[in-house]
């Protein structure tokens, strides 16, 4: 299938890296506000025609588009996009607000396309060995669920400058750029949580630089915490009455061991090590042709990741709400 992208960054390279391997994409479109950015992408890539109008490659004969524009403009590009006849693989977070979301939603069920969030988490192996790991451990009461990663736009940040991951014009900020994996993957472990208390650290610009929030169930406690402005060194945890599971990162679901409570030959069972990032993205490019090519047979499943998209998106809204995250 052919299929375009919008944004020049490091994370489409990876996704066209990652839909390569699967076989089934081709890459026929690469979208640009600078055709010499655009330009230099797709020469990386066999050259395939470069756009500076959005409307236009919306227009041509591509299948499906991926979406890697700021964050604000991710409705609107999914919108021009599906009314296009196009699929829609988005990355995360797919929408700001739960009711856009919901009406793209129900735009692509009326054209019969595929509209999907790209989120790693949800189309890789460690999702199977972490969801394996939860019944090793026993009763489960606690767990804490970290991304913080030092943003590699913290110094301009700091030098007076406003980058779109600082800026809440663009709705920028750290629980919609790190945040979201932990919220994705308590949702998918724990469900809906009965109680959600939520704060952030606002930085001078009104975007949140680092929070935090702690989800209540019936006997468990779920902590989520998420930086942009330090590196965290220990990962996560998920603790249970018969062993601990280790989860080096929450958003590519790799490093994960379990260490068990009783001593003995093997206290400690190591479940699965790291993978490239080209890896990881090939199994959302993977996942969203399968969608395409065999709907039918894919339909329950794809219902279940439209479910958390906006599970996800009702969440990002409340939590900001609590922590006073405004977006203009």
Same mark, same amino acid.
């Given at each position: ?32 506000? $600078? ?39 991710? /409705?609107?590009? $999914? ?85 779109? &991951? ?19 993957? &308590? ?7 009965? /109680?959600?208390?939520?704060?952030? $650290?606002?930085?001078?610009?009104? &975007? ?14 779920? $902590? ?36 068990? #409570?009783? #001593?003995?030959? *093997? ?23 399968? *969608? ?30 609590? &922590? ?5």
């Amino acid at each position: 299938m052919r299929y375009g992208t919008i944004g020049t960054s490091w994370i489409t390279e990876a996704y066209i890296r990652g839909a390569q391997m699967t076989g089934k994409w081709e890459l026929a479109a690469v979208y640009s506000r $600078s055709e010499e950015k655009g330009r230099a992408l797709a020469e990386r890539f066999g050259s395939p025609p470069v756009y500076t109008d959005l409307d236009r490659m919306a227009e041509s004969d591509i299948d499906a588009v991926y979406i890697a524009s700021p964050n604000i403009l991710h /409705e609107e590009h $999914s919108r021009l996009f599906l009314e296009h006849g196009k699929h829609v693989l988005c990355e995360k977070p797919i929408a700001v607000t739960a009711a856009g979301l919901r009406r793209l939603q129900g735009l692509a069920e009326e054209k019969g396309l595929v509209y999907m969030e790209a989120i790693m988490l949800l189309h890789i192996a460690g999702r199977d060995v972490l969801h394996g790991a939860m019944e090793k451990i026993g009763r489960v009461t606690s767990a804490r669920l970290d991304f913080s990663q030092l943003s590699s736009q913290y110094v301009r940040l700091m030098e007076g400058g406003i980058p779109n &991951a600082f800026n809440p014009r663009m709705a920028g900020g750290c629980l919609m750029d790190l945040g979201i994996y932990c919220v994705y993957a &308590a949702l998918d472990l724990f469900g809906k949580p009965e /109680e959600v208390r939520t704060a952030a $650290s606002l930085l001078p610009t009104g &975007a949140d630089g680092s929070g935090g929030s702690l989800w209540t169930y019936p006997g468990t406690q779920v $902590s989520l915490s998420y930086s942009k402005t330090g590196q965290s060194r220990l990962g996560s945890e998920i603790i249970g009455d018969r062993g601990t599971i280790v989860l080096e990162s929450v958003s590519k679901l790799t490093g994960i061991r379990i260490v068990y #409570n009783q #001593n003995g030959d *093997a206290p400690e069972e190591k479940l699965l090590g790291d993978v490239s990032k080209e890896e990881l993205m090939r199994g959302e490019a993977a996942d969203f042709a399968r *969608a395409i090519l065999r709907r039918e047979e894919m339909r329950e499943e794809l219902a279940r990741w439209s479910d958390i998209a906006l599970e996800t998106c009702c969440m990002l809204e409340h939590m900001r709400a609590q &922590a006073g995250i405004l977006f203009e």
